[in-house]
C-alpha cells in the first residue's frame, strides 16, 4: 500500500516538529479511507483532535518517545 507507506513517512516526520493544520488534515483525510492505519490512528486521536482544537501543536518529549517506539514497532519501514 502506497499510501499507507507515505502516511507513515509523514507520522514519523512530524513526531520531529510540530503538526501542522494542512498535516492534520492529511492524517484524518487518510483514516477515514484507510482501515490499516487505524490500529496506529487510535492512539493518535487524541493527538489529532487537540490539534484540531489549537491549530498547531507540539507534542511533548515523552510522549513523543514512546509514539516514535510505537509505530517503528508497527511500521517497519523498509530501509531503516
Ligand atoms: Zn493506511
Keep these: ?3 499507507c507507506e507515505h502516511f507513515k513517512k509523514l ?3 512530524y513526531l520531529d516538529g510540530e503538526l501542522s ?14 482501515t490499516n492505519c487505524d490500529e496506529i490512528i487510535n492512539n ?10 489549537q491549530g498547531t501543536l507540539t507534542i511533548p518529549e515523552h510522549m513523543k518517545m514512546s509514539l516514535k517506539t ?4 508497527k511500521i517497519r519501514i523498509k530501509g531503516e
Excluded at 44 to 52: H, R, V
Excluded at 70 to 73: A, L, T
Design 44 to 53: 493518535l486521536k487524541d493527538i489529532i483532535d487537540e490539534c484540531k482544537n
Design 70 to 73: 510505537y509505530i517503528k514497532e
Design 1 to 3: 500500500m502506497k499510501e
Design 11 to 13: 507520522l514519523c516526520d
Design 21 to 34: 493544520k494542512e498535516q492534520c488534515a492529511e492524517f484524518e483525510k487518510h483514516i477515514d479511507n484507510c
